[in-house]
Protein backbone atom coordinates (compact mmCIF):
# COMPACT_ATOMS: atom_id res chain seq x y z
CA UNK A 1 0.00 0.00 0.00
CA UNK A 2 1.75 2.92 -0.77
CA UNK A 3 1.75 6.10 1.27
CA UNK A 4 0.34 9.05 0.74
CA UNK A 5 2.04 12.25 0.24
CA UNK A 6 2.13 14.64 2.70
CA UNK A 7 2.83 18.06 1.96
CA UNK A 8 2.71 21.71 2.93
CA UNK A 9 -0.47 22.46 1.02
CA UNK A 10 -2.67 19.32 1.79
CA UNK A 11 -6.19 19.66 2.37
CA UNK A 12 -7.49 21.93 5.42
CA UNK A 13 -10.31 20.57 7.25
CA UNK A 14 -13.95 21.17 6.42
CA UNK A 15 -16.32 20.90 8.91
CA UNK A 16 -19.25 18.44 9.01
CA UNK A 17 -22.52 20.02 7.67
CA UNK A 18 -24.61 22.39 10.13
CA UNK A 19 -26.95 23.27 7.34
CA UNK A 20 -30.45 22.39 8.43
CA UNK A 21 -33.45 22.23 6.31
CA UNK A 22 -33.76 26.14 6.10
CA UNK A 23 -30.25 26.32 4.22
CA UNK A 24 -29.72 30.51 4.32
CA UNK A 25 -31.02 30.33 8.64
CA UNK A 26 -27.92 31.06 10.30
CA UNK A 27 -29.41 30.74 13.66
CA UNK A 28 -29.93 26.78 12.83
CA UNK A 29 -26.46 26.40 12.11
CA UNK A 30 -25.52 26.85 15.89
CA UNK A 31 -28.10 25.07 16.86
CA UNK A 32 -26.79 22.26 14.71
CA UNK A 33 -23.63 22.70 16.39
CA UNK A 34 -24.54 23.02 19.86
CA UNK A 35 -25.99 19.29 19.21
CA UNK A 36 -22.66 17.97 17.57
CA UNK A 37 -20.10 19.65 21.11
CA UNK A 38 -23.06 18.40 23.60
CA UNK A 39 -20.29 15.63 24.89
CA UNK A 40 -17.47 17.94 24.44
CA UNK A 41 -15.09 18.08 27.38
CA UNK A 42 -14.25 21.60 26.92
CA UNK A 43 -15.92 24.87 28.52
CA UNK A 44 -16.02 28.09 27.64
CA UNK A 45 -17.71 30.43 25.66
CA UNK A 46 -17.92 31.29 22.36
CA UNK A 47 -19.08 34.00 20.11
CA UNK A 48 -19.80 34.03 16.78
CA UNK A 49 -20.23 37.67 15.36
CA UNK A 50 -22.39 37.26 11.83
CA UNK A 51 -21.98 40.45 9.83
CA UNK A 52 -25.19 41.17 6.88
CA UNK A 53 -24.46 44.59 5.32
CA UNK A 54 -24.32 46.49 8.03
CA UNK A 55 -25.72 44.91 10.56
CA UNK A 56 -23.73 42.73 13.43
CA UNK A 57 -25.55 39.36 14.53
CA UNK A 58 -24.24 37.74 17.87
CA UNK A 59 -24.86 34.01 18.24
CA UNK A 60 -22.43 32.35 21.38
CA UNK A 61 -22.01 28.47 22.55
CA UNK A 62 -21.52 27.90 26.37
CA UNK A 63 -19.65 24.80 27.11
CA UNK A 64 -19.72 23.16 30.30
CA UNK A 65 -19.99 20.14 32.06
CA UNK A 66 -24.00 19.91 31.09
CA UNK A 67 -22.83 20.08 27.77
CA UNK A 68 -23.42 22.86 24.87
CA UNK A 69 -26.40 25.74 24.78
CA UNK A 70 -26.94 28.57 22.48
CA UNK A 71 -27.60 32.26 22.61
CA UNK A 72 -29.14 34.68 21.04
CA UNK A 73 -26.76 37.95 22.51
CA UNK A 74 -23.73 39.72 22.81
CA UNK A 75 -20.97 38.91 25.39
CA UNK A 76 -18.75 40.98 26.97
CA UNK A 77 -15.39 38.90 27.33
CA UNK A 78 -15.97 35.39 25.36
CA UNK A 79 -13.29 32.84 25.08
CA UNK A 80 -13.37 33.35 21.67
CA UNK A 81 -14.96 35.18 19.25
CA UNK A 82 -15.43 34.48 15.52
CA UNK A 83 -16.40 37.54 12.96
CA UNK A 84 -17.02 37.20 9.94
CA UNK A 85 -19.60 37.79 6.63
CA UNK A 86 -23.05 36.10 6.81
CA UNK A 87 -21.65 34.75 3.08
CA UNK A 88 -18.78 32.97 4.48
CA UNK A 89 -20.16 31.78 7.67
CA UNK A 90 -22.65 29.84 5.21
CA UNK A 91 -19.89 28.43 3.02
CA UNK A 92 -17.70 27.23 5.80
CA UNK A 93 -21.25 25.86 7.90
CA UNK A 94 -21.68 24.02 4.48
CA UNK A 95 -18.57 22.63 4.63
CA UNK A 96 -17.56 24.11 1.42
CA UNK A 97 -14.89 26.53 2.90
CA UNK A 98 -12.26 25.57 5.21
CA UNK A 99 -12.32 27.90 8.66
CA UNK A 100 -8.32 28.17 8.28
CA UNK A 101 -8.45 29.17 4.78
CA UNK A 102 -11.12 31.57 4.96
CA UNK A 103 -8.95 32.86 8.14
CA UNK A 104 -6.08 32.76 6.06
CA UNK A 105 -7.60 34.74 3.13
CA UNK A 106 -8.50 37.46 5.57
CA UNK A 107 -12.71 36.42 5.59
CA UNK A 108 -12.71 35.48 8.78
CA UNK A 109 -11.24 37.07 12.26
CA UNK A 110 -10.58 35.72 15.68
CA UNK A 111 -10.05 37.09 19.47
CA UNK A 112 -9.14 34.95 21.94
CA UNK A 113 -8.36 31.62 22.82
CA UNK A 114 -7.03 29.78 19.52
CA UNK A 115 -6.48 26.35 21.13
CA UNK A 116 -9.96 26.03 22.12
CA UNK A 117 -10.97 27.06 18.33
CA UNK A 118 -8.75 24.34 17.27
CA UNK A 119 -10.01 21.60 19.49
CA UNK A 120 -13.48 22.60 18.54
CA UNK A 121 -13.02 22.52 14.80
CA UNK A 122 -11.43 18.50 15.45
CA UNK A 123 -14.57 17.92 17.06
CA UNK A 124 -16.79 19.28 13.95
CA UNK A 125 -14.33 18.02 11.31
CA UNK A 126 -15.83 16.55 8.44
CA UNK A 127 -12.87 15.02 7.04
CA UNK A 128 -9.06 14.24 7.94
CA UNK A 129 -7.53 17.57 7.12
CA UNK A 130 -4.95 19.44 8.53
CA UNK A 131 -5.84 21.27 11.25
CA UNK A 132 -2.85 24.59 11.94
CA UNK A 133 -2.12 26.90 9.19
CA UNK A 134 1.40 26.75 10.17
Same mark, same amino acid.
Not at 127 to 134: A, F, L, V
Given at each position: MAKAKHSKYAKY? !?????LGRKKGDVGETFERMAEMLKKSADNGSIQFRIVDKDQHRYWNLRLDAQGCSVHVERLNKPDLEIIT @????????AGGKLSPLIAFARGKMRIR #??? @??GKRLLKQLAS?? #? @? !????
Open positions: V !TVRSL @KVETWLQM #GDE @KLSE #G @K !TDIC
